[in-house]
């Protein structure tokens, strides 16, 4: 299950996917009291098991991305697995299958460094004292690849047609003036 | 060890390796295969426990009868006089110890029988019905024969214990069992 959120509602239909990171420490996970997230041999956090899952909301509170989202009516929360009945068989997650600009991309790290040679995967990302390592990777421009990606950076920042302050393509752009 | 290690996939929030977490993270892993392996491995100790319960109460029955044997038959004990009962009377006794009722029936002027009343079916007291030559479990119509005690219908299989009787100077006492226990 995918979510998109809408960057500004007011004036733009602009949506983004928020697809789960899959961190090598959930906190989703840390957090649930009912042990109903759990994370597969191969490193997929699964969505909430049904059976288990109590509705607390502690996973929604405590995920530094915002992925994991409560269906009151159902009692259960659900996010983003990679579309693990879709993967474990060799298909693509149906986010990525449907991108028709390939900006979410599943595959090899060879496949997307021959398919944008001038990004690098980035997965460490700083969340106040919190740093996460994810599965899945962030792109940014290869010559201007920071130590981690803030994730509290987006959360003050006007919205689209207003400064951004930490833009990494600007900053790459002026590194390869300089 | 090692082969556990290789399960745990997650990385703890401190980022200390699996073995230096504390125990409550190691059984309640957020890893699939790892939480797998665990209630695996509790069923498995539940399993194994219980059977050993199992084991140990076979032997604890073993004890219990050898320990019953080596105490031997109880003493002697007068229980009735023989002008107390006409023929087909029947009188409640304890033998050996408070709480293990019996029952005396007298069934013909010379022959007395006496049991244990708890029916060996569901220990309900059975009732003696000499005008029928049996006793009578009312509880699941359990019926035993009334001169040995073996069980004739219903659901008993076993028979009633029997108390050893012996009568002297018109009196009559009980003198150990003859078969089971009270």
């Known amino acids: 299950m995918i979510q998109l959120d809408y960057i500004d509602r007011a004036n733009s239909t602009q949506t983004v996917p928020v697809v789960c990171m899959h961190c090598d420490s959930p906190t989703c996970a840390e957090v649930c009291p009912a042990h109903a997230i759990k994370r597969t041999g191969d490193g997929v956090v699964q969505s909430a098991k049904k059976s288990r899952c109590i ?16 269906n009151t009516r159902m009692e259960l929360m659900m996010k983003c697995d990679q579309c693990y009945d879709r993967t474990s068989i060799g298909k693509l997650p149906m986010c990525a299958s449907v991108c028709p600009s390939q900006a979410l991309f599943f595959g090899t790290e060879e496949e997307i460094a021959r398919l944008r040679p001038n990004s690098a995967p980035i997965n460490t990302f700083q969340f106040g004292a919190q740093t996460i390592t994810t599965r899945t990777r962030m792109l940014v421009p290869k010559n201007n690849v920071p130590e981690q990606l803030d994730v509290l950076s987006a959360m003050y920042q006007p919205t689209i047609g207003n400064v951004i302050e930490e833009d990494l393509l600007l900053d790459a752009m002026n590194s390869e003036d300089a | 060890m090692s082969d556990e290690d290789s399960e745990v996939i997650s990385v703890a929030p401190d980022g200390r390796p699996a073995k230096d977490q504390p125990a409550w993270r190691r059984d309640f892993s957020i890893d699939w295969p790892e939480d797998e392996y665990r209630s695996r491995r509790e069923f498995v100790a539940f399993l194994m426990l219980t059977s050993a319960a199992f084991v140990a109460g076979q032997f604890w029955i073993l004890l219990i009868q050898a ?116």
């Open chain 2, 67 to 182: 320990w019953r044997k080596a105490a031997g038959q109880p003493p002697l004990k007068e229980i009735a006089s023989v002008n107390e009962l006409a023929v087909g009377q029947s009188k409640l006794f304890e033998y050996p110890k408070r709480g293990n009722h019996c029952i005396l029936v007298r069934l013909s002027d010379t022959n007395f029988v006496a049991y244990g009343q708890k029916c060996t079916h569901l220990s309900c007291p059975v009732l003696p019905r000499p005008d029928l030559g049996r006793m009578h479990c009312p509880c699941h119509e359990g019926w035993f024969d009334i001169r040995n005690g073996e069980p004739v219908a219903g659901p008993p299989r076993r028979p009633l214990p029997r108390v050893g009787l012996e009568v002297r100077e018109g009196k009559v006492f009980a003198n150990g069992y003859v078969e089971g226990v009270i």
């Open chain 1, 55 to 70: 509705a607390c909301n502690n996973c929604v509170l405590a995920c530094p991305f915002g992925i994991p989202k409560m």
